[in-house]
């Protein structure tokens, strides 16, 4: 999941109240990490309490049967206007956005920051026109990309008979898009493919928003939602139609930090906090939390960070939960942990998907497998659902 915006909407504020590490994961899965990755967290309701099971999970947390379950964040390079011709920190940004499945984009909604960045007085920006030019700016950039020899390659593939949907996706590799990406935006667009030289530019920039829409898709953190200039744009954000969750980025991190020092109780996603000794508070902090209570939890039930990122996965990637088990009665491994680990994976994806993603083995000697809600036998090729405990069934 990337984070991009333009400078100074709270990006890096988002990901430090993300990413800041409240607690160790014995088993964490992320070893080398760059320093503008970190990890965040999916949040589901665990399955500990339906089964009336207590957990021991390996590669994710259950907190008061909140499981929490590690995904990966980037904290991208901020984008200017200019970004695609090499303006800023154009390049950095393309790099780090290439791994993303989606996007994260903040915004300043309250509007007191123009284009660039910089301070202007609240209300005066349009949080729209920031999320349009990030977007012009990534298209430019791929346009760019296959812009460069399009003449020349077209020409020669026409001649030669080889295949335009090949060729790009060959060129987008790198950003994560597939053979089947390509295939699928051409034959939406219903471009030509026996005649690429055909193609107009305009053809071409269709063809590039379509790609990102499909392999990048993003929604919008309307973030500084605490500042009153933030309500109306926040309506006029929903208005067009995306997913647009209010986030207040600063008040999540004072509250994770808060946490962190046993100031109060909270679990990144919880609709409030509770302070279980305000005497230990100083005035400033009792002032501060306050703030945090009047101008974040009472108007938006949370401040959004955690359900930011939740909406990517579940909303925009359709992902899903599943907790894979070897004995379906006790719910636990081999080793007797119990609910040990829980898998975020793709939508669609299938008993036989789950073996493949435990281990490679498990899914060549598949035989079936077991849903230990229902103890039903499930085939290979049986979509999982969201929540589902599983036992694979194999040779090996
Ligand atoms: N009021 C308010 N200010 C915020 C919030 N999040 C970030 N900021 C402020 O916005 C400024 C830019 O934040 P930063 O995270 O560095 O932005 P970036 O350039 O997009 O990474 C800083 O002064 C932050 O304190 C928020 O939720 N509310
Ligand atoms: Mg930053």
Redesign the pocket.
Known sequence: MGVV????????????AATLKDVQIADYPFTTIQPNMGVAYLRTQCVCREFGVKDTPRNSLCVEGVRLIPVRLV?VA?LVEGASQGRGLGNQFLDDVRQADALIQ?V?A?GS?DLE?RKVAPGSNDPLRDIEMVEREFDLWVFGILKKDWERQSRSLEQTGGKIVEHLANRLTGLSVTFGDVEQVVLHLKLRTEKPSHWTDEELMHFVMGIRKLTKPSLIAA?????PAAFPNIEKLKGTGRTVVA???????LLRRAAEHGLVAYTPGDRGFVVPSPEKLSPAQKNALGMVDEMVMKVYGG?GVQEAINAAYFGLLNAIVVFPVEDETKLSDKGGKVLPDAYVMKGGSTALDLARTVHSELAEGFLYAIDARTGKRLAGDHKLGNRDVVKIVSTK
């Open positions: 915006g333009k400078p100074n909407v709270g990006k890096s504020t988002f990901f430090a904290d901020g903040v300043d309250s920051t960045g973030n500084k939602a605490d500042l986030c207040a980025s600063e008040a999540e991190l401040t």
